[in-house]
């Protein structure tokens, strides 16, 4: 009880209250590694690199329709890396999460504008605070009507003039997604006193709520 009433107070301190409800998925793993499951039946997936994974899980999480993120490693050619190994720059990987969806409640095209949205796609081999070919911004493609999609929405982006630079996310086809290790799963709502957590990655958690509202699960609007 006393853990469940600190972890409340720490919520109601840093105003973190609605992300407190939910404390973490049912990840299956082995060797201290999230496992990369098959999506079931009826299920899409999707795979996106945009800086820290921490923040990019619980955007995407958020979304109606999202049934699992698993945030790992993607873009690169060593096999099964570590965190150490990919914050190293050696292995050619990005942070990236896996999102596994209900195409029924949510179009592969909203779920990749919810991913421009929740960081800056502008930015090259970074994204803030955090620096490096790691961090850089991917969307990941596994058929061309997918492929089409995500070059639509970076020429509309464009467009826009949002940014002042160009939209600088890389388009990939999609390989092999490893899982990260456990303690980085759902690190976002198991660590809100985190400073990181209250400083940055909370940010792009609220950017992308005030974006796209409608597609946010209703219990992270309250």
Request: charged letters at 20%; a neutral charge; glycine letters at 8%.
């Amino acid at each position: 009880m006393k853990g469940i009433l600190i972890g409340v107070l720490v919520c109601v301190l840093f105003g973190l209250l609605p992300s407190c409800q939910h404390k973490g998925q049912q990840l299956d793993s082995k060797s201290g590694f999230a496992l990369i499951p098959e999506p079931k039946g009826g299920e899409a997936v999707a795979t996106y690199a945009g800086g820290c994974f921490w923040a990019m899980q619980e955007c995407m999480i958020e979304l109606k329709g999202v049934h699992k993120v698993i945030s790992g490693y993607a873009g690169g050619n060593t096999v099964n890396p570590s965190y150490e190994q990919v914050l190293s720059k050696v292995t050619g990987h990005a942070e990236a999460v896996q999102v596994y969806y209900d195409p029924e409640v949510i179009s592969f095209e909203q779920l990749s504008e919810a991913f421009f949205n929740s960081h800056d796609p502008t930015e090259v081999d970074r994204q803030g605070p955090d620096i490096g070919s790691d961090y850089r911004s991917i969307a990941f493609f596994r058929t061309k009507a997918e492929f089409e999609t995500i070059s639509r929405l970076v020429k509309k982006i464009d467009a826009s003039r949002k940014y002042a630079n160009p939209v600088a996310t890389e388009l990939l086809p999609f390989k092999t997604m490893y899982g990260a290790e456990m303690k980085h799963q759902d690190f976002y709502p198991n660590n809100l006193w985190d400073p990181y957590i209250r400083n940055v990655s909370r940010l792009k958690v609220l950017k992308l709520r005030a974006e796209m509202p409608g597609l946010i699960k209703s219990q992270y609007l309250n």
